[in-house]
């Protein structure tokens, strides 16, 4: 057996071999092609390859599992998706299996030594598993006495709130709504999620702003945008096949506004592999402007653009869109008068820019009618991430962007159900209506406290409050922050247990009794009473649509998400329930009708569901009404922080390469940054570099000492890189073990994973 030569929850910290070659200027093309078929029939036989792609994002066929980038409605027959598509059902559709014999052959300490790259290699998770107390293997356990055991320790709790439901945001509609529904009448609303680590500031704004928390555009709009903001986001990477919409739009002759630390190449130029001169090399330049903006600049930067178009205003007029500011907003005076007191030089010092090119991207924001606001990660994990989001909206606001065509918010949510999950009251703060809806339905009384959203569950845990732990999928030790301190929370349990597809660090850090429950992926065909089901997802743009899995499974002892519900809750709740589990899972038509009754927007769910393509959720930004406090769409004031940086103290932000997704590793290659083979490195500034008397290749270890601890992530390799000075960037979850539990944004509670303050000191 391999030594462990650090804690098991670290990624192991050696190193794999680098080479750097130039960034690139332009995505995709015919690399991206080579490179998806290769991960795709790598993974799997031609036949299933085949069957896989070709339902991929069709009409009739399945979700991609990848981001929540909505599909055309127009869609090509074949190849609607992208190269990291491709890689996430190569990831879900290999036929290798996990079973076992595995568990058997390979400790839990031993598999903590392995890399997350190779932990995800293993395959499919084919059989349920069980470590008792005190073992040091996984062991084969039945998936009766599994859900005898979970339910059993349930009811032993001493109160509900002792137990904390996770999801991550792949869950389907039908699962989620059943798992909050059993979580509710079990007692507790202790439901975090990977949105609180991901969108919660945008909801958290747009809903204080515009009175819902998803963005307001359709696809359709950015054909019809005369200029498209993109802030704190890698589409290139992370949502590709946006890049055709940024394309369309751009020959429709809408502009394009990058604000980035990094210049990414997806944002630079796009080559359409689904055109014949994409695959030859052709190429269509996307960012007109690109503002490499320091690390949470963008406050300051929105400020100094509010502040240049108010002079504007006020100079010639015709810059504010005053007919949609009376009617529909409210808080203009406080805005102006707030914007009177900075200082623009000083804004744009404080944004890292110069004067010029904030200048000529302020032109064009005047210049423009309908706007679009498009943001991510890069704008959502700060200190002061929901101030950030509505000085976006206040900048939209002015110019009469929302609730016309062309125009809007645009959120571009990560996982593909990640909002499908939260309008199913996936939520650990549901509003009253919500849980008067259940009650009046269902005909128990849901808990009204709030629970606890990630960054508090972990903390309970900490605190030795939490005696089961239930995850529906995702990898709840390397996603969150602190990774040291979430292994010893977790380790506090009575019970981890686990719903996944594939392996990861999260099966290794365990309570005291640990379960393992492998489900059915989205390719996967899914077969309930003889009858074949189809679930259904939200996109990031509202419209609901279907899934339908094609492939067989791996194993026959893989159990449906829902399926895993209805026994966690016959287990648990037994005779009790006022929930007819059996009869909701004999046809998940079933589940979509108890839906329908309890969540307005969904009326002939069933039937509009099965409509190709599916349909949109009722919207009031979009159609210019606004559910706010005010009944209009609110102007806030805003706030921002700059950092007292120390001698030696850089601010760093953990970013996705281009071969992963969130936790799971395709890859070791970052191939547009130039990347390869290795992943933990840090990029910086060539003259931080010089200045802190290292060298390109250098090897350091790095440190945070947030609130007095000291947190450690050694052995980076140091990459220059054309990023402002005194930020740096690394990758997540290697670097998760610098972000301080205690470091999150005002109000959403997300982790502050783009702004930790770092110390670099050579090895
Ligand atoms: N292939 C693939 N697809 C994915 C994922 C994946 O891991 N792999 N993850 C999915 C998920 S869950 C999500 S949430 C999304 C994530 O999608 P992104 O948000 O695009 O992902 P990140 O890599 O976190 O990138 C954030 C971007 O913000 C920039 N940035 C960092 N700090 C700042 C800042 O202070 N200001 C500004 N203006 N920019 C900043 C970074 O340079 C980077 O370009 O993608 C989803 N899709
Ligand atoms: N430092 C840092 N930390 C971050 C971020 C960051 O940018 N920087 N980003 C944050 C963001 S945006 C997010 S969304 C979170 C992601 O947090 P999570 O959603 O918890 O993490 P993932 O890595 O997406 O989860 C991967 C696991 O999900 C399981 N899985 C995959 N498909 C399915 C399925 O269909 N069903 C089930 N039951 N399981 C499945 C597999 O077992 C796989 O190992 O991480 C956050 N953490
Ligand atoms: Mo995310």
Known sequence: MKKTPHPIELTPEQLTGISVESPKEVAVGLPAVTNALQHVFGAMDVRRGAKALLNLNQKDGFDCPSCAWPDPDERSRTAEYCENGAKAIAEEATTKRVMADFFAKHSIEELGTWSDYELSQQGRLGEPMYKPQGATHYQPISWSELFRKIGTSLKKLASPDEAVFYTSGRTSNEAAFLYQLFGREFGTNNFPDCSNMCHESSGVALNETLGIGKGSVKLDDFYKADLIIIAGQNPGTNHPRMLSALEKAKKNGAKILVINPLKEA?????????????????????????????????????????????????????????????????????????????????????????????????????????????????????????????????????????????????????????????????????????????????GFDPPRKHGYNTVEAIKAMHEGKVGVFFAMGGNFLSATPDTSFTAQALRTCGITAHVSTKLNRSHLVTGEEAFILPCLGRTDEDIQQGKVQFVSVENSMGVVHRSIGKLRPVSDQLLSEPDIVRRLANATLGAYSHVHWDFLLGDYDHIRESIERTIPGFENYNQRVRQLGGFYLPNGPREGTFKTSTNKANFTINEYTTFDLKAHEFVMMTIRSHDQ??????????????????????????????????????????????????????????????????????????????????????????PTSKAVVIEIRHR
């Not at 290659?669 to 910086?684: A, K, P, Q, T």
């Not at 390109?696 to 945070?704: E, H, K, P, Q, T």
């Open 266 to 442: 997806g944002l630079i130029a796009f080559s359409n592999p689904q055109t014949v001169g994409g695959l030859l090399g052709y190429k269509t330049a996307l960012a007109d402007h690109y503002l490499q903006v320091r690390i949470n600049g963008d406050v300051p930067l929105f400020k100094a653009f509010l502040k240049y178009l108010y002079k504007a205003e006020k100079n010639t007029g015709g810059v504010f869109d005053w007919t949609f500011i009376n009617d529909k907003t409210q808080g203009i005076e406080a805005l102006l008068e707030d914007i009177e007191k900075y200082d623009f030089e000083q804004l744009i010092c404080d944004s890292g820019l110069n004067v010029n090119e904030v200048e000529d991207a302020a032109e064009l924001i005047k210049s423009s009618k309908n706007i679009i606001g498009c943001w991510a990660m890069g704008l959502t994990q700060h200190k002061n991430a929901v101030d950030t989001i509505r000085e976006l909206v206040n900048l939209l606001l002015v110019k009469g962007s929302i609730g016309k065509p062309g125009a809007g918010t645009c959120p571009v949510r990560g996982h593909s159900n990640v909002q499908g999950d939260r309008t199913m009251g996936i939520w650990e703060a549901p509003p009253k209506a919500f849980l008067d809806k259940i009650q009046e339905q269902f």
């Open 661 to 750: 997704f969130n936790t799971t590793i395709y890859g070791l290659d970052d191939r547009y940054r130039g990347i390869f083979n290795e992943r933990r490195v840090i990029l910086m500034n060539p003259t931080d570099i010089e200045k802190a008397g290292l060298v390109a290749g250098d090897r350091v270890d790095l440190f945070n000492y947030f609130g007095g601890e000291k947190r450690t992530a050694p052995n980076f390799v140091v990459v220059p890189y054309s990023i402002p000075q005194l930020c740096v960037a690394t990758y997540f979850p290697e670097a998760n073990t610098l972000v301080p539990i205690g470091s999150y944004a005002n109000r959403s509670m997300t």
